[in-house]
């Protein structure tokens, strides 16, 4: 009372009257003769102790969590890493993608399925291909040198040979979206160097031919390069009945049948 600046001081039967009012069961005053008066909050030393524990239960509910998430991440590590996949080849080239979803773990489906396909309505199979596209990156990022993605490897190869950049491959790439560009090459020689398609007998075939020539303004007429190329267009698509696999080339360098792609003999006409 004697810290209230001013003239006029309320009496200690006003302020009690206030307290009581405004805080009710909750606030205990103490009237001693010949001391001070003791004002106590009941429910404080509860409240103190209950805002603390809930406050570790929050703590530990937040590191339990951390350990659950930690335990589940550890699980579909190990079926990612117990899964043998195929590293010899390639998959057939008209049906590429024909394992893309069976070869998930099914603990890193259920993950994936249940992040995204959450409150999802409607038509849910371009959300299901975002998942096996985002299980697909996973796995190649645990297993990088014993794993290869038909569908990155399709993504990487499609890119190329729509744009013809290989700088947008490589930063895909960095980003495990896609392939590197030293498996899309592996995948083009490989598919070059398989053995050739079985077309049916009934179907249409036509053979398409053009030449180039470089360098043929010259006065001796020396160092010209003429080539020839050709096609083979097949009517309708399902006439080709092979679905074999492509074999893959693990090293383009030592490859004997790769060095006869890298260099040509020069006749001089």
């Given at each position: ?60 509910e937040q590191e ?39 070869i998930i773990p ?48 399709g993504l990487a ?113």
């Amino acid at each position: 009372m004697e810290q209230i600046d001013g003239d006029y001081r309320p009496d200690i039967r006003t302020i009690k009257f206030h307290l009581t009012q405004k805080y009710g069961d909750n606030i205990l005053i103490t009237t001693t003769h010949r001391k001070e008066n003791v004002v106590c909050f009941k429910n404080s030393g509860h409240n103190i102790l209950s805002d603390n524990w809930y406050q570790q239960k929050r703590s530990s509910e937040q590191e339990e969590r951390i350990r659950i998430v930690k335990t589940a991440a550890s699980i579909i590590l190990e079926d990612i890493r117990s899964q043998v996949y195929e590293t010899q080849e390639y998959p057939p080239p008209n049906n590429f993608l024909q394992e893309s979803e069976s070869i998930i773990p099914e603990t890193l489906r259920v993950l994936t399925e249940t992040i995204i396909l959450n409150k999802k309505r409607g038509d849910l199979e371009k959300w299901r291909k975002r998942c096996t596209a985002i299980s697909h990156c996973i796995i190649s990022a645990a297993r990088s040198k014993s794993f290869i993605s038909g569908m990155q490897v399709g993504l990487a190869a499609f890119l190329y040979k729509k744009y013809g950049s290989r700088k947008l491959i490589d930063v895909l790439s960095s980003f495990g979206f896609c392939s590197s560009y030293t498996e899309v090459v592996r995948f083009e020689v490989s598919s070059i160097m398989s053995s050739p398609l079985e077309i049916s007998d009934k179907s249409f075939s036509q053979f398409v031919y053009d030449n180039a020539d470089f360098n043929t303004q010259t006065l001796d007429g020396y160092k010209t390069f003429h080539a020839m190329g050709g096609i083979h267009c097949v009517c309708p698509k399902t006439a080709i009945l092979s679905d074999q696999n492509v074999p893959r080339i693990a090293n383009l360098l030592s490859d004997p049948n790769c060095r006869k792609l890298r260099s040509c003999e020069h006749e001089t006409l």
